[in-house]
């Protein structure tokens, strides 16, 4: 006699049945899935080849600022010293002693602020235009921008300098001031373009409807959120105009006009034996600068950055 099928218990009573679903056999991983996941060793080897990278990146600083503690003599010994120990800050008092040292300051300072303003607002403007308006031009604008970026800085200092002699500004704070906001506004004008493209224009409408004006919701609304963006440009063009060399060399030709870089080229010089010392300390003082300003910025800086990166 054949075995009659055993038919499925009733559910408890105001439990709805549920029909029971085939168990679904295991997916096997393909070779590109379990790739995905790095082994421990391959970990290590990254992290290892990590390590290696940032240790070339920092030595050049770390030989710097050791050789600005070290006297004359450690420097040009056979043996190189890799710890200051014993060392001396005599390299340091012969920067800060020197008055030509704070004429440079005071002009790169004063280069640097001129820049600062000029390039923030001119590059906001204009991306706000770009990416705010339609207008004839537009698409012609945006592609002018790449192109000039792709230009060389060498190919316009003939140019550059002629325009700046007509008008009087050779070796005059303004006048390098000027070329340096030439020199990185179009980068900057792109940077921003990004951060303003990626605000939606729609908070701006719904301020409106509240009852504020067109400039009123752009204040209180939009321009916070561009805060980030406005820092992460302002580092870029900050670091472009102190540490600008060229250009400076082309423009402030009088010894009385030379900015931090011409400033430290000139205690290189060729007539007598270079005190490598006191050239590491100065470079070691130029940097300071730098690291202040980026201990102010540093927070709203990463936000920028990676605001920049997507647009939502």
């Not at 559910?11 to 549920?18: D, L, T």
């Not at 800050?89 to 820049?115: C, E, H, I, K, Y």
């Not at 373009?193 to 009123?216: K, N």
């Amino acid at each position: 006699m054949s075995a009659l099928a055993t038919p499925p218990a009733p559910a408890p009573h105001g439990v709805p049945e549920v029909a029971a679903t085939p168990a679904r056999p295991a997916r096997r991983r393909t070779s590109g899935e379990s790739g995905r996941t790095a082994s421990p060793l391959a970990r290590r080897l990254l992290g290892l080849v990590a390590v290696l990278v940032a240790v070339a990146w920092v030595f050049p600083i770390y030989w710097m600022i050791n050789s600005a503690f070290l006297p004359l003599n450690k420097l040009q010994a056979p043996e190189p010293t890799f710890l200051p120990l014993g060392g001396t800050l005599s390299n340091f008092r012969g920067v800060v002693q020197d008055p030509t040292f704070w004429a440079a300051m005071r002009v790169s300072l004063a280069v640097v602020v001129l820049v600062l303003l000029a390039a923030l607002v001119f590059a906001f403007l204009a991306a706000l235009a770009v990416s705010r308006f339609r207008f004839r031009g537009r698409k012609s604008f945006i592609l002018t921008i790449l192109v000039v970026q792709m230009i060389p800085a060498e190919g316009l200092f003939i140019s550059q300098y002629q325009m700046l002699d007509g008008w009087d500004l050779v070796n005059k704070v303004s006048g390098l001031a000027l070329v340096y906001t030439a020199a990185i506004l179009p980068f900057t004008i792109w940077m921003l373009r990004g951060f303003v493209a990626g605000v939606p224009i729609e908070l701006e409408e719904a301020a409106m409807v509240d009852g504020l004006s067109r400039t009123g919701a752009f204040l209180r609304i939009t321009f916070p959120l561009l805060a980030p963006g406005l820092v992460a440009s302002g580092v870029y063009g900050f670091l472009q105009a102190w540490n600008e060399y060229t250009l400076a060399l082309v423009v402030m030709t009088d010894p009385a006009q030379r900015t931090l870089p011409l400033w430290l080229q000139g205690l290189v010089e060729a007539n007598r034996a270079t005190d490598w010392g006191v050239v590491m300390a100065g470079a070691a003082v130029i940097a300071i600068p730098v690291i202040v300003f980026f201990l102010f910025v540093q927070g709203k800086m990463t936000s920028g950055l990676v605001a920049g990166a997507v647009k939502g």
